[in-house]
T-cell receptor, first 114, second 111 residues
Framework: NAGVTQTPKFQVLKTGQSMTLQCAQD?????MYWYRQDPGMGLRLIYY???????DKGEVPNGYNVSRLNKREFSLRLESAAPSQTSVYFC?????????????FGPGTRLTVL | RKEVEQDPGPFNVPEGATVAFNCTYS??????FFWYRQDCRKEPKLLMS?????NEDGRFTAQLNRASQYISLLIRDSKLSDSATYLC????????????WGLGTSLAVNP
């Protein structure tokens, strides 16, 4: 039981490059999330998927797209990376999205955009 | 004013000390409250949920004061392994899309 896994762990991009961050969970959770964490800003929700087949914008969705590939996998895509997207990205999952369930986080991806 | 505010610290305490963190929230419609712990360069992990009646888990006690809109976390008999950042999290609308995360309070427990 690996919990929530993310790849890659580290990435350096040049401005304008694209990349996809992968996330998978093996806990049979319905809801999945992508966050970014920046110094002085706390965790901010980028996108959210309440259940397989649905996605919703969070607080800071601009510059990102997501795909809920199946119940296990939720990917985050940066189409044209910008230095402002330098951050630590966390994927999380929870049994449901109703607010009362614990969120389990992956180990994070540290992204630097030059 | 931020929706969730915490004293950033750092709190430096000796082993065995009792330390308390407070967190204030601005939206009276908030429904669920949590404390997460985040170790340096690691992911956040749930420490405990905070219930209206208050709750305790070993050395950790969480309290909620709805009237004053604050949440507290008390750690008794601090251990070196308690050194981490403690994140206050408030759920505004019974929906995980509405989780508001505090910036965290840093705790260093010294030998």
């Amino acid at each position: 039981n690996a919990g929530v896994t993310q790849t890659p762990k580290f990435q350096v991009l040049k401005t304008g490059q694209s990349m996809t961050l992968q996330c998978a969970q093996d806990m049979n959770h319905n809801s999945m999330y992508w966050y970014r964490q920046d110094p002085g800003m706390g965790l901010r929700l980028i996108y959210y998927s309440a259940s397989e087949g649905t996605t919703d914008k969070g607080e800071v969705p601009n510059g990102y797209n997501v795909s809920r590939l199946n119940k296990r996998e939720f990917s985050l895509r940066l189409e044209s990376a910008a230095p402002s997207q330098t951050s630590v990205y966390f994927c999380a999952s929870s049994l449901t999205g109703t607010g009362g369930h614990e969120q389990f986080f992956g180990p994070g991806t540290r992204l630097t955009v030059l | 004013r931020k929706e969730v505010e915490q004293d950033p610290g750092p709190f430096n305490v000796p082993e065995g000390a009792t330390v308390a963190f407070n967190c204030t929230y601005s939206n009276s419609a908030s429904q669920s409250f949590f404390w997460y712990r985040q170790d340096c360069r690691k992911e956040p992990k749930l420490l405990m949920s905070v219930y209206s009646s208050g709750n305790e888990d070993g050395r950790f006690t969480a309290q909620l004061n709805r009237a004053s809109q604050y949440i507290s976390l008390l750690i008794r008999d601090s251990k070196l392994s308690d050194s981490a950042t403690y994140l206050c999290v408030v759920n505004r609308a019974g929906n995980n899309r509405k989780l508001i995360w505090g910036l965290g309070t840093s705790l260093a427990v010294n030998p």
